[in-house]
């Protein structure tokens, strides 16, 4: 006889109960373990319990969010739909202490649903009108919190997918390779290239040479790069579709390369291709390309 209980949660799958006599039984419950597996993405720990598995993609941006944006766990988890104990045990392995990371309860906790049905019914209210409604409530805070509050749940308009090219100081760089012909190299002639970075706010540039595209050239160009603008790293880096940055790409789903995921993990930057034949995008750094 097998007794296999299974309780599920909104992301997590906890085994906890499995009981049988035969060595079938037991491969039998092994082979529903690794079916979960396969289909949810999840593995099981030592103490039985499935727990998902979390792309280098999601790490490297929970960790952004968390160093760059400042953003508190429960705010993470919301964003990008996990579980707040995957943010947590994200942040934990690498470096932040538990005591950082417990959750407060906020004064404006009670108002969220407010401010969804709200914005439901008028999406494009101002906050602060929508904070005097939340006054006359009984809300005892002030504007300024309040308006992050409504900005996070405020429905985001489908024409927002474009990238603008006004931007904040220190908010975002364009990257990309630059072809500068041959060059003698001992008796053979050489392709090079060099790694370009450009701020977007100041247009301040950064070049290298190297004598290839190779991946380890590329993060060695940000390296550089970061060092050179003395250490300020941009909140968010723009890039072609070169093999070093997207993996594969299927209209508007990218699966990114590991590297670059785990070298935007540790200096906590967000990647982002720009979409194909979107020269509006990297219109900036073309123009400095060619000077």
Same mark, same amino acid.
Request: positive net charge.
């Given at each position: 006889m097998i007794l296999l209980k299974i309780r599920l949660h909104s992301h997590r799958v906890q085994w906890f109960g499995v009981t049988a006599q035969k060595s079938p039984a037991r491969n039998a419950v092994a082979y529903v373990v690794r079916m979960l597996e396969a289909r949810l993405g999840m593995v099981v720990d030592t103490l039985g319990k499935l727990r998902m598995v979390i792309s280098k993609e999601i790490e490297a941006e929970v960790l952004r969010l968390h160093y760059a944006e400042?953003?508190?766990?429960?705010?993470?988890?919301?964003?990008?739909? %996990?579980?707040?104990?995957?943010?947590?045990?994200?942040? %934990?392995?690498?470096? %932040?202490s538990p005591a950082q990371l417990r959750m407060r309860p906020s004064i404006t906790d009670a108002y969220v649903d407010f401010i969804k049905g709200v914005l439901k019914e008028h999406p494009r209210l101002n906050a602060t009108?929508?904070?005097?409604?939340?006054?006359?409530?009984?809300?005892?805070?002030?504007?300024?919190?309040?308006?992050?509050?409504?900005?996070?749940?405020?429905?985001? %308009?489908?024409e927002e997918a474009r990238l603008h090219l006004s931007t904040l100081p220190g908010e975002q760089a364009q990257i990309d390779w630059a072809s500068f012909g041959k060059i003698k190299v001992g008796n053979e002639e050489r392709k090079l290239y060099a790694f370009v970075m450009v701020l977007s706010w100041s247009r301040q540039i950064f070049l290298r040479f190297f004598l290839n595209q190779a991946t380890a050239n590329f993060q060695r160009g940000h390296i550089a790069a970061f060092e050179f603008f003395g250490g300020r790293v941009p909140r968010k880096c723009l890039y072609d579709n070169c093999k070093v940055v997207v993996k594969e790409r299927l209209g508007d789903a990218i699966v990114y390369n590991s590297d670059?995921?785990?070298?935007?993990?540790?200096?906590h930057f967000q990647p982002i291709a720009v979409p194909p034949r979107s020269p509006e995008h990297i219109r900036t750094f073309d123009k400095k390309q060619r000077v």
């Open positions: 400042k953003w508190r766990k429960g705010t993470i988890a919301a964003q990008l739909r %996990v579980h707040h104990s995957t943010v947590e045990r994200i942040l %934990v392995q690498n470096g %932040v009108r929508i904070f005097h409604m939340a006054r006359e409530r009984g809300y005892p805070g002030g504007v300024d919190w309040f308006r992050d509050i409504v900005s996070r749940y405020r429905p985001r %308009v489908a670059l995921l785990a070298l935007a993990g540790h200096y």
